[in-house]
């Protein structure tokens, strides 16, 4: 059951509400923020511009419609392209883009179902952004609509505890302890929820790590890497809520369904997700380092996601580092020989993956094989790659021997070239992969259990000696912020809540938000 009560009371109550210096970050009070990133910030923008002047709700469904005619396929694309014209681009249509000077005014005057080309329209698209940037957005700032948006901040920033959600069924196991199934009370949805114990976490010298894990997840926003959703801690216990991926790992898939591998379909769409997933980390400065099937997980629909951040590092630009870190089988040679690295090391592991999804088995190491980590050492640094495998086609082939370049300056995704551009991902519009429209080669069935129950060996050395200290507590505080701000907003909208709680709509009047 949803309670809207305690959710309603706070939204409406104005009373107490805090300036908004400090209801938002310094690097949220950008037009970029406030009206694109953040979703309820972006749905309020959107209903502020619609009810204030014919020329801002012009632009704001010019840049809608552009957007839906961007991911189109076929007839819908003509169909949306023809609207696009007779709306906005016709002096006397009443949605035209009188906003727009000289040039760009010109150039969408003169717009027709020949020269409807993608470079025109970003031109357009950019003055229409810029406009929205100027005057709307500074009188948006002004308007109920902002101010009901730091009503929205303000619940965001609940306190978060056990009592906020419902705890379902263990769905695996990590270092720290267990990850298991929780549903949150108050809209319904499901996540996967890490579970790490403080005294153990303490013992293992490992608080600094699920810090760091933390603040890389938080920080990424990635369809193909797993959302944080909420941080937060209870006496005994610190807490990681992620998206739910109940679809299994792929290395659960390559060796214990069916016949051993996957098709060569399936191979295709999960390394185009993770090639995704691993460039946005990149231009984030963050190298994954444990990039392997174990680590990628399905969701209910089929798509794959990057999860455990626990070796993950934050290298800003220029800075490298020679630390030994990554799973054996999967490190590249600089890592071996303990050479500077950076984000080469990803693109090397993703190479042995696509090898091991279609061979289930790696390039240096076979399945199973009994070989000390030296072994595998020797033969990464000195043998070739072997493709015995019946199913590897060219291209494959080729992507494989492109990744597993030992020299990093001449390895894809090192050597200036972009991955996504190899003949293996012909198949893939990266574009509508991106925006979740390419339908995935296989679904999960929803009355299956994709794990193995693995009896693991839990640590069983006493952790009651360990006593927690402030200084502690000071990690534990830094870790528990609570909700993860662009995912809540996104709960909040897609469980209906926002709707439901932001009847009746507000009114164009003016009013002073505490926008300082
Ligand atoms: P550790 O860093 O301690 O190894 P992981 O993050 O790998 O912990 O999580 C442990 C296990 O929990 C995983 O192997 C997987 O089976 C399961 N798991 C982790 N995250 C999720 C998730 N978001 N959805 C479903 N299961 C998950
Ligand atoms: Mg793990
Ligand atoms: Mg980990």
Known sequence: MVDLVGLGNLVANTAYLKKSSDLLAAAEKTYESLCEQQPIGRKLFQQFLLDSKPQYAAATEFLEELNDWSFAEGETREKVKR???????????RSFLSYLMGEDADKC????????????LAQIREAS??????????EYLKSPFFYRFLQWKELEKQKISDKYFYEFRTLGRGGFGEVCGVQVKHTGQMYACKKMDKRRLKKGGAERLALLEKQILEKVNSPFIVNLAYAYDNKTHLFLVMDLMNGGDLRFHIY???ERGMSMERVVYYTAQITTGLLHLHSMDIVYRDMKPENVLLDG?????????????ELPKGKITCQKAGTTGYMAPEILKQEYYRTSVDWWALGCSIYEMVAARLPFKDFREKVLNEEVTRRTLEDTCKFKHKHFDAATKDIIRCFLKKKVAQRLGCDGGDPRNHIFFNSINFHRLEAGLVEPPWVPKSNVIYNKDRVELRDTSEVRDIELDAKDEKFFQEFSTGAVPIRWQKEMIDSGVFDELNEPRLKGCDCDAMWE
């Open 83 to 93: 609207s696009i014209l007779t709306k906005f681009c016709q002096p006397e249509s």
């Open 109 to 120: 005057k003169d717009l027709s179902d020949k020269n409807f080309a993608e470079v025109t």
């Open 129 to 138: 952004r810029n406009f929205l940037k100027g005057k709307p957005f500074s």
């Open 256 to 258: 214990e369904l069916g």
């Open 301 to 313: 629909k089929g798509q794959c996601q990057l999860s455990d951040f626990g070796l993950a590092v």
